[in-house]
Every structure is written in C-alpha cells, then in structure tokens.
C-alpha cells in the first residue's frame, strides 16, 4: 500500500527541477533508497529507536540507576494505562497505585534465635519468588500521566568528554506521574524500572557499536589502502595476514581479549572502551580485504589516469579522488556491520567477560533474561530482548534496502 | 635396532612426509599441467596460511593470564605441597617456558607438522589430541549440519527474494485486460508479501540471540513438562550401546536424532540471515546479465530459465565461499553448545578460554578449526578451478 | 505470381507503437507512434542513434521488454503465422515461444555477453532446437555443428563444444549467427550485430549474412546505426529519432534522395572518397618525435615462467606541428599503447620521446625520469570512454579545474575559474552547467568536458584516444567539429587514434596505419585511401562499409529482386 502511495506522491513532483543534475552520490542514494518501501519503514523504527536511545535521560520516567530503584517496588509486574474504568473515563491517561505486600516475617522471633521460626520462613511461601511478585492494586487511587514533569536532573548532550565546555543539564522529562514512580514495563529484582533501564541500554549498546565500528573502519582502511596502494609484495604480505586473520572464528578471540581485559584493573568506562575497540581492531579482515580490492578496480579507471596525467600526485589522488570514490560504499558497509557488532557485544556480555551489571546494555539486559526465575515469574523482563530483535531487524532491513540503493553510478546506461 | 629407529623416526614424523609427498606430487604434475601448477601454488599458499595462522593463535594465546607451570604447581598447592618461587621457576625452566614466545612457536609448529601434536594440555594434564578426542568431528558435524540446514533454508527463498525484488505489487499493463491485471496483481503482491515475510523469518534468526532461542525452546520443553532436549541423549539411552544384542538400536537413533535438531536448528537458523542476503544478491546480479535476457529471446522460460541461467551462474561462487560460511557457523557454536549442555569441541573451547585459561587447549582448538576452512577454501578453489570455465579462464588465464 | 503472394503478405506490421519508460522522473516516452511494416524475405533496415526506440522497437516484437516499459494503447504488433494473423503483444506463457525462437530471432551486439558463460555453446544450442523444433538430442548436436560450419567457422566439432570466451571476436557472432539461424526463423532480427568487431571481421561478417539471407530467404529486421552497413544490406530502410520514424523507403530511395534534414546529416558522416581533403603544401617541422619506441608487458602471472607482450615494436615516428594525424589499426595493434607512450602512461622498456618547441625540455624514455609537470602541460589525452574518464564525484567545474589546481598553475581560485569559464565556453559547456555533476550528461557533452580539462592548461600536443567511438554518429561530427575549431584556432597537434577509417578520413592530414604493434604504412589521407601500397591497408580501405549504388546491391541479391517492384509499386 506504501509503495503505492509513494507512487502516487512521486508522479506529482514537478519534473523539471534542477536537484537531479546537481544531486550528488548521496542525495541519488537516498532517492532510490526511497522506493524501498519495507526499507523506509524499518528506517522510520531505527531512527525512532536511536532518538529514544540517545535522548533516553528525557524519555524515561524513572532514573535507571539504583538511585532511582523503587524499593518498594521490587519484581513489580508492568503497571497498565487506562483511559477509562468503573469510575469513568478521563482523558489523561492514568495507571493505579500499585503496592506490594510486604512478606510478614517474624524476624524478631528469628532474632531470638528461635529455629523454629527460620523454619517456618524458608519453607513458607514469604521467600517464594512467585509470592514476592504479589502486588495490590489500589483502583480508587489514580495516578495520572503528566507530560515534560519534573524529574532528576541529567545532562541532555553532553560534550564534556570532547573537551568542549558544553553540558547542557535538565531535569524535565517526557511523561511520568505526579506521587510515586510509573513502571510501565515492570521493575527487576532492584526495583529499576525495566522500561528505563531499556531505554538507556540502546544507546550504550549502539555507542560501543560506533566505536567499534570506527576502530574498524580505521584499521580496515589502513590495511586495505596500504595493501591496495602500494601492491606488490606488500600487498601479498598484508593479504595473508589477513586471509589467516580471516579463516579464525573471531567470538572465540574476542574472548580471550575479554578475558585478558578482566584481568586488568579497568573502571566501567574503560572497560567499555576496551572492549569496543578489541571488537573493532580485529574485524578489519572482510573489509580491509574488499577495500583494497575496490582500491585496486579503482585505481585502473580512466579518470584517474586523466588526474595522473593533469600532474596530481599520489596523495591528491588519493585524497580527491580515490577516497571519495568508496566513502558511500564503507557508510554502507559499516550500517550493514551495526547487528553483527551489536552481536558480539551480547555474546560477550552473555558470557559475563563484556560488560557486567550495573551497567545498561541490552547484551546485560539480555543476560539477565536467561535467569530461569525471570523466565517464569518476571517475563516483562523480556521486554529488552523484543527492544532488541526489533532494534536488529530494522538495521537488517534497512541495511537490505541500502545495499540495493547503494553505488549510483553502478548502473552505467 | 636399526629397522627399529628408522620406524620411529618415521613414527615421529608421518605429517612431514604425507604433506611433502602431496606437494611434490603436485609440484611434479604441474610442470606441464597448468591447472596442477595452479593447484600446487594454491597448495602452498593453504600451508603458508596455516603457519600464519598458527602464529597468530599461539600468540594470542600469550594474553590470557597463567602459565602451564603455575597451573602445575597450583595443583601441586591443592595436592598439600607447599610452593615457593622458585619451583615456580624451576618448573618453567623444565617446561621451557622460559624461552621467548618465537621459539616455543617454533617447536610447537615443528611437533605440529611432524606428528601432528597439538601440545599438552595443562589444565587437563593430558595431551591436547587426546582431550580432544573425536570432539573435534563431533562439533564438526554440526556445524556442517546447521550449514546445510542454512542453506536450505537460504538458497530457495533467496531465489524466491531475487525473482520478486523488482517486481511492482500491481499489475499497470495496458495490454491486460482488467481481470487479467487483477489476477496478476494479487499474483504479484502474494509473491511479494511471501518474500517479506521469509526474510522476517529468516532475518529473526540473526535477531534472536542463539543463547535465548535455545533457552526458549528448552523452557517450551519445560512447561510442556517433557524432558528437555539438552545434551546428546537422555539418561535412559546414555548408556546403551549403538549395535546391542538385538541388532542397531533404533531407540538409539530416534533419542538422537529427537536431541540434535536443537543445536542444529539454532546454529543454522541464524547463519540463514546471512546467506539468503548473499544468494538474493548474487541472483539479482546474474539475472540482470545480457546472457538471461539472450536464454529468454530462445524461447527458454520458466523454471528451466532461472534454473539453468541465473540460478546455475550464481552456484559457484556460492560455493566458493563454503569455508568461510563454516567459520561463521562455529564462531555461534560454542555459547549454543554452553547453553544446551553439549561436550563437544566449542563447548571446551570456551571452558578453555573463560574458566581454567588452558592456552594449549584453546590454541589447538582454534587451530584445527581455521585448518578446516583453509581446507575447505583449497578444495573448492581446486573444484571450482576444474569444473567453472569462468575461474578456470581466471586463474588459468586461458 | 510471385508477386501477388509477396503483395498480400505481410510478414509483421507493426501498427502506431506506443511505449513509455517508468524512470524516476516519471513516464518517458521511448517509442513514439511507430509504424513498421516487413515482407516475407525482405531486409528492413533500421537505422537510428541511441536513445532513438529503435532496439526497443525490435525487442517488443520478442516481447523483450524491461520490466518497466510500459506498452500503450492502441499499439499493435501483428505476425502472419501459418496463414494466421497474430497479435503478438496478447500472447501469453507458451505461447510467447512463437516469438522467442520460432519464428523470430535475434542476434545481438555483444555475443560475449549474450551467451552464458558457464554453459557451453552446444548446450545452449541443443536446448533451443529441442524447444522449438522437439528434435533429439543427437538430432540437434548434428544440426548444430551443420550449421557451425555453414556460418564459416573453422573445426566446426571442437568449436561447437567450447566454451565462448574461447572463442575469437569474429568466431563468437558467427556462432551467434548460428544459434540465431537453428530454428529456421521467418524472421530475423539483428541488433546492430557488427558494430562491435574490427571493420574487416565486419566486413566478413556482413557477407555472411547476405549470403545466408540468399539461401534461405528468411525477412530480416537489420538495426544499425551505420548508414555504410545498411546501404550493403537492406531492401528498405527506416529512419529513426527520439522515438519516432523520420523517414522510410526504399534503401535506394532514402541513402541517395533523402528528404528529412536528419537523414541528411547522417549521410554526411560517411566518408567521402571523392572530396577528401587536400594535404598542406608543406610538411612542418615535428613537435615531438618517437626513436625506437617498444613497450613490453608482463602477462599475468601464470605458468613458471613470465611471459611477456609486446605492445609496440620498436617504432620511430615524427608528428608534425599542428597538423592532426590519424592513427588506425584494429583492436591489439597497439595503438592506444604508442599514443599513451607518448603522454607517458605506459611503461617505456626501450626508445624515447622527444618534444620539440616547449618551454622547458620535455625527453623521457627507456631510463629516464618523466617530468610529470613540464609533460602534463604540453601534452594531455582524451580518453574513449566518455563515462569512466570523468570522476563521477566531482563537479563539472572541478574536473576541468583539476590540471590547474593539481600543478598550482593559477595563483587564486578567482584567476582558476574564469580560466575554467573561458575553457569551457570555448568547448560549447554552459557555464551554468559547471555546478553539474556528470551524471546529468550525455556521451557527447562528457566528451567536452574532457576535451575542456585537457585544453584548460594550454598544452600544444593531444592525443585523442577513440574519443567518438562511444558517441552517435551526428554528436560524433559535432565533437569533430570542435576538435577542428580547436586546431586551427589554437595550433593544437593531434593525435586521433581510432579504428574507425570514416573518422579518419574526414578529420586528419595524415594518416599512420598500424597492425600488431608495428607500422604498416604512412601517409597523407590521399594516398592512404586512394593509394594504399600495402596489402593490409588495402585490406581495411576495402572493409570500409562505404554507400553502394543500389544496382550493385541488386545483383549481389538476387533473392530480393522480387520484393524490389512491390515497394516500388505501392
């Protein structure tokens, strides 16, 4: 039905505007990334997962951190929003006050030291994780959705770590309620609200994918642009180097990186760094292979004979016209890596060697979902990993579509 | 004494000569064969490759912490002794751990190729062949297994996915008459809602993490309250042989069988993703050749069109890139084979690497692994080269 | 007799053929209103530049057209099969193979790439005749390798097995020719099938086919873009442009008495050997000159030992100042490779080359050191392909303005683009296409924009390597207009390196013929064309599909001497 439409609103464009003559590589990329429709689609959930993403501070109700844990609060179920109910209907939007039981134990028996109670306690349903997720739901007291209120304050974009002097705090953020915390995705073991938790999580995980990937880019580029340049026997040393690179399976090496990087004394930030770019450093064999290969059609095209015959020397052919010739190609080729980078860092992360608790990444959120109690009393839990499928698949598909769109001067007629 | 040193030397060093006798065989049919010259060189660039590789592993075998001598000594320590130092250091001394990284490279490459030996395993107190045990075949076969199940998962849908990407989801022709155009175009969006939905399924493959797919079809199995499917067998058929009294046990078979879809299933499922975008793109670019439109200006049409045109042109190097496929295959392998409780290679890979750091181990693993993808690469560059007039004209240049 | 059957037959007509292009920028209309009629045994030339419908034309009959091509009402295409008129575009499924193969068949232009590679010739042939003629397998292996050795191909039994790419230029349309003729078509339908090979092997080519047209009496549809070729061929001819037919008629009628102005101008591009120009009085003095020049590749590496090619032999050769001197030879003479010597863009293994005149010394040879910049600014190249010699990431503006921003000739931006406006202005570039990226230009006016670049830094020597063999026909006669203008208002040499002798004879003054790297001969344009004292030069002055009077077309075919009157008579 898109397709459709977008080819309705395409026939009454006017045709004799001069953008098509004067658009370059990336504006001839992006119109015939257009009519990819299942493309665009996925294009519109990505953005809108990045935004949230990077913006998380602002969309989420509840500070993730164990500051703004609800202790009172703990393994509490997804709080619902109602419009209407038995008291009528309203047009803010509202969820109920939610309260936990608190399990009676008798700890001063226990401090008597009477063993009996002990007893009683474990083998009672009090420490059950089942019963701990008993909650009451008190309907007479509504609790109703605020926008831009008032919240803890965080830096919205912060370039401090740029070196710049810019850190632009607020404290506003999109919805939440007026008493109380709203959990709309439930909270974990900690009382941290899921939702945020998420929220938050995607941008740690899509930033530690940028490193990685411009670490990649950067060791790819060297490897294929030296090998591709120079050739000869510098081309055939690199090249089985990397072809032996190439045949190792890579998550079993990033392992004993990450176990080499445990045994250091690493702060979190660190840690997260080190591993971004032990990923990025070592996947450079695939497209350092195929840069230089690209290098290597490239540089036997005319048009850059014609620069070697206007006088330009190496290093203006290489930076006026060979480097431009494949930027649209490695933006590609990097958009299309993003889930396998993703991947990695949940693969390491499952296997507790990437990053750990108390961290947000969706590969630490993942982890938590293969703890057999979420799977059976907390499955809101699993509102991470269906974050994360969507995140993936939308790169993929948007991926897909850039991969037919890309290179506009392929198709030479 | 003689006849007896002379076996032992030979004993010592079969690996040497079986790989000297290939390459000179080759070395000597290529004088003027040029396709065997093409396979000697090929044939050397695969050993010096491997040594590479070797290189590669056994130094990055370096950063994980612990040597041979104090895992030695530790288990001494638990054993009651009490360790100092310098038996530390005497026993790395003794071990020649004490030698650069390059020489102990080298004498590992040196036993390697003579007899194949992988080294000795520390952690495990035994040689690294041995540990091994046909757990290496055992993850082998299933990789191979989730690769052929990828593949046919992949190859059919990404034909499927080619034929369809440029296609409309309507039916504009004027020559069709209106009912014509309506059936075509209900033809036509069927095949390209079809196509979408395969590559959501095929594509949630990648997106699922392998661990929580396998962990939720085990948790399936759990609230279905049937046994789950980890490991290799149940209990009951552990124990029983293959060939019992009564002839084969088929019992045998179907618990077998009713245990390794799993790992199967998980592993190929994501590797499907990947494939089926590398057989669309390689159809869509034979397809958009001269030659398919020169088959259908013959009267060739149909099945027997894409089968025989672009379909067929696009197999090779398909084909060619089976080697690497695996590789990807078994780097998935070892967290599935953690979560579902296998002991085949990976699964010690990763004990290897994350619990007891057994350099020697992990290295052979890795190593054997990258030999099987250089090996696979030599032989379909080998195939491909004898049968594909295309490869044989570029790199025989004739 | 004859006559009234050919009278009421009508083998195809093709009837107000509409067809649009679904392209980005909506509809575009490709086909405009056709009408085309073809007889029984008749030749139908059709004649035409690209982007003028006429492929497209032939392809619809086939039903071959891209999936983006809309067909409009009220067209219609209408085949006499078996006494029965059929409307070929409201066949469906099985029925389509009537088109594809049966009664019609195609040959295209590039046989390299219209069989498949991997696939063998004779698989590819045998499945065709079991399509359409349901013969054996041994039944059509047998008829195939008949057929191989009527269309004149050397050890019919072990070609018919090969693979195509092992097969020679020529070879491969011949063994196109064959698949074509294997199932008997009505009509065949030839898509500029000679404009891909060397003019001898064209020349042979195009007998070939007349010959077998005289055997089995088959209608043919000839599209060309070469008014020399059709004159050889057709019984009528049909004029195409921008999708519509300009001018139709007997192929008498319209080569020697054309009345659309387009027609005009395309006759005009064929050489004239009855007005080719004069030669100057006087030879000037040489403004650079070649000793002994022989360049030397490695093959790629294969086999023990290296192999090596050699391009050029040691050639010695003078080009006078300001004249333009052609250089002709067919594909592998080495050509190209002695005119980029020249500009020093090929590796010299002996010999040198001397400019005379310049500023500062320009010598380099087998051992000596280019100085890129004292070169780059006496002598630049044209290149042939007007698509991959431009950078597709640059400006217009920016690929003209290279050579000065590359060398730092102009001291400020403003001084480098009123330099690159003047260049431009000079080649006909509109100043306001120079913000353009290169994309947006045809063939012809990308010729310019490499023309421009290589005249921005007043250099004194060009060589033109083919640089119209990629363009039509009339903007070929454009750009050598301007290549004309250019010499004589700013003294250039040039030297025109192409395979095309037409080109040839009306551009240049003199004219080198050269064949597997050595020189045959040398000479004033005259005395090439005229005189040529060498065999091979005779050879290839001979190949030249030159206008034939119709009388002689008539006796070469006799077979069509039938339909001949009917045209005449309608």
Redesign the interface.
Known sequence: MN??LARFG??S?P?NDDS??????FA?IK?RFKRKT?GVVAAWILGTLVLMGFFAPFFSPVDPTIRGADADYRRGAPQVLYFWDDNGFSLRPFTYTYTKEKPKLDLSALAGGNLNALDALTSGNALKASSQNKFTVDKEQRRYIQFFVKGWEYSLIDLSVAGLDLDIRWDRHLFGVEQGQIHLMGTDEDGKDVFSRTLHAIWVTISIAIVALIVKLFTSLLVGGVSGYFGGRIDAILM??T???????????Y???A??LS?MDLTPIQRYFAIAVVIGALDFAALGRRLRTHILTERN???V?????????AG?IIW??LI??FTSYIIVDTLINF?YVI?AE??LS????GLTEPVNSLGVL?QK??DPDI?QNMIWQFFP?AV??????AF??VG?AL??AAD??SE?K | MIAESISNFFADSWLLWILLSIGSLLWWSGRDSQYFNYVFNRFVLALITLLIVSGIVFSLMEVLPGDCAEKYIAYKNTQGETITQADIDAERARMGLDQPLAIRWASWVTDLTLRGDLGFSCAKRQSVNLALGDRFWMSFMFCMAGLVFSYLIAVPFGILSAFTINKTWTDKNPQHSKTERIINSIGLSCQKVLDLVLRIVSYLGLALPNFLLALTIILLYVFAGESMPTGLYSDEWRNVPWFGTDGFSWGKLDDFLGHIWLPIFVIGWSATALQLQTVRALVVDESNKLYVDAARARGVDGVALWAGYPVRHSISPLFNSVGFDFQRVFNDLPIVAIVIGLTDAAALLIEALAMTNDQELAAGILFLVALVVISMNFFTDVVLAAIDPRVRKSVLGN | MMINQSMNNKLLEIRDLTIDFNTDEGLVRAVNNVNLTVRPGEVMGLVGESGSGKSVTAKTIMRLTPGNAVIQHPSQISLQHENRDLNILKLRGRDLRLVRGDAVSMIFQEPMASFAPALRISDQMIQTMQIHLGYSKDQARHRGIELFERVGIVDPEKRFDQYVFELSGGMRQRAMIAMALSTEPKLLIADEPTTALDVTIQAQVLDLMLELREQMGMAMIFITHDLGVVSKIADNVTVMKKGEVVEAGTAERVLFRPEHSYTKRLLDALPHLEDLPEAPKHTPDPLLSVKDLSITYPLAGNGRKTEYFTAVKNISLDLPEGQVIGLVGESGSGKTTLGKAMLGAAPISSGQVEYFHTKKEVKFGAGMKIKRKRLAQTAQLVFQDPYSSLNPRMTVRDIIAEPLEAMKITKTREETDARVIEVAKRCHIEVEHLRRFPHAFSGGQRQRISIARALVCNPKFIVADESVAALDVSIQAEILKLLKELKEELGLTILFISHDLSVIANLCDRVCVMKHGEFVEEGTVREIFLEPKQAYTQKLIASIPLLEAPDKTRLRTGAQVAAEPVMESF
């Open positions: 397709a459709l395409r026939k464009k045709k098509y003559y004067t658009a370059g590589q001839l119109a299942s089985s180097i072809e032996a690179v190439r045949v190792i399976p890579a998550i079993p090496i392992l004993a990186c176990v080499a045994q095209q005319d048009y004979l014609a620069a070697q015959l206007c006088g330009s020397g203006r006026r016209h431009p010739s889930p991947l949940t693969s499952f296997l507790g060697l993942l979902a293969q799977q990993v994360f499928v969507f995140l993936i698949m993929v598909f897909d991969r037919d506009p001067y030479k």
